[in-house]
């Protein structure tokens, strides 16, 4: 298993990868899962803006015309 240097900065902490895990951008998604951290490469592109006109026109739809359920009610 690849391990990466972890070093502190003024406002955080950085990360040096190692080589063959760059990333093609400048900026990257950063989230918790469980007791992992993940960087995930944000797609900017404008293909994935395009996927969206490959949608079917009744999912369009019906995403559209949703509405969202009422609030639950719960006893405390």
């Given amino acids: 298993m690849a391990t990466a240097k972890v070093s502190r900065s003024d ?3 950085t990360v040096q990868l190692p080589e063959g895990f760059s ?3 400048d ?3 950063v989230f918790r899962r469980g007791d992992e951290v993940v ?3 944000r797609n900017r592109t404008l293909a994935a803006l395009a996927a969206i006109d490959r949608l079917p026109d009744d999912m369009v739809r019906a995403v559209e ?3 969202d359920p009422p609030p639950q009610e719960r006893k405390w």
């Fill in 23 to 25: 990333f093609k951008s």
């Fill in 65 to 67: 015309e949703a509405e």
């Fill in 39 to 41: 960087l995930k490469e």
């Fill in 27 to 29: 900026e990257v998604e």
């Fill in 11 to 13: 406002h955080g902490q």
